[in-house]
């Protein structure tokens, strides 16, 4: 069935979403200290969450009726969600306002992605960043409270062995905790042909985990790794991605060379460019990771309405969208839901 464009996700500030984040589950095998309590979560029950059917029925319009480009699968651990590769072969089945697929993403913490990589890009996959904060195994078990190091690594591996090339790896970076890891971190990275992505840590885990004055910021970071790097920012368009480039050299190991990302999304808001739109996997829209406002299309879907109002509905939400985050502003409030709750 051809289905007409009714428009795109556009906001009152000229930016147009192009890219989905879809959280498959709020779920996750890990207790990472800067995402949830140790305790874990009160998760969705099973009836409040998206089925497959309605998740997909909610990606068909995002894509063919609203101008999505990108599908990217978050969640909680999206790996959790056994129907992964389903609901990604039905996703590359669509077709874009372009008349192509869509690209297709997950981002993960790597555990058993070794044994599904190779499934997953025949289903369409085409790139996944995975989680890895620290090489120290010890270190690791610390920070997720679970001793899952030598998954994760299998799980890079996996990857690399099933074409889902670049391999992007997140690092979040936080004082006093892996701040000392950063340029062991790269070379690593860089020695693999991985493109690490350094992150500013955000307000969205545990209250009051999170301090703006003791944060390590991306000129830290930067900083850090001139110790070790020759750098120069990348000659490739940065566009609307997240990431600062840059093209690093190890003054230790001078034939390792590739690309280093860096993320702030504090020091350095790129909320002006910001072409992201979010789904919950309980089906609720949101237009920022920060939103304290989403609705849920879930309820609409359920109550029988149509394609054309669901997309209505997901248009009005992101014609509200902000300016900007506003994680400087006195009056920011962090979101009620925690990041596992929102997907990444």
């Not at 500030?13 to 995402?35: E, P």
Request: charged letters at 25%; proline letters at 5%.
């Amino acid at each position: 069935m051809n289905h007409q464009q009714t428009g795109v996700l556009s906001d009152s500030f000229g930016r147009v979403a192009r890219d989905l984040r879809v959280s498959l589950t709020d779920r996750c095998n890990l207790r990472c200290t800067y995402c949830m309590p140790a305790e874990g979560l009160e998760w969705f029950p099973t009836a409040q969450t998206l089925n497959d059917e309605e998740t997909l029925r909610l990606i068909r319009i995002a894509v063919e009726d609203l101008g999505i480009r990108q599908v990217r699968f978050t969640g909680g651990e999206p790996l959790m969600r056994r129907s992964l590769e389903k609901i990604v072969a039905a996703t590359k089945k669509m077709r874009t306002d372009e008349g192509t697929a869509p690209q297709t993403a997950i981002t993960t913490n790597g555990l058993g992605l070794d044994k599904r990589a190779a499934k997953l890009a025949e289903a369409g996959l085409d790139r996944v960043n995975i989680s890895l904060d620290t090489l120290d195994p010890e270190h690791y078990a610390r920070l997720t409270r679970r001793d899952r190091h030598q998954g994760v690594l299998k799980g890079i591996q996996g990857a690399l062995d099933a074409g889902l090339t670049p391999v992007k790896i997140n690092t979040v970076i936080m004082p006093g905790i892996n701040d000392a890891d950063i340029n062991e971190l790269a070379a690593f990275a860089l020695s693999r042909g991985l493109e690490l992505r350094f992150i500013e840590q955000m307000p969205l885990g545990p209250p009051h985990t999170w301090d703006r004055s003791a944060m390590i910021t991306a000129e830290d970071i930067l900083d850090e790794l001139a110790r070790r790097f020759d750098l120069e920012p990348a000659d490739k368009p940065r566009g609307s991605a997240p990431a600062a480039l840059w093209r690093a050299c190890d003054r230790l190991n001078p034939e390792v060379t590739g690309l280093i990302g860096v993320i702030a999304s504090v020091s350095h808001p790129f909320c002006a460019d910001c072409d992201r739109t979010r789904l919950t996997t309980d089906g609720a829209v949101r237009s920022c990771l920060f939103s304290r406002e989403e609705t849920s299309l879930r309820d609409l879907m359920r109550a029988g309405a149509s394609d054309a109002e669901l997309a209505q509905a997901w248009q009005d939400v992101m014609a509200r969208k902000k300016a900007g985050h506003g994680i400087d502003d006195p009056s920011f409030v962090q979101p009620s839901r925690p990041m596992s709750a929102i997907g990444g």
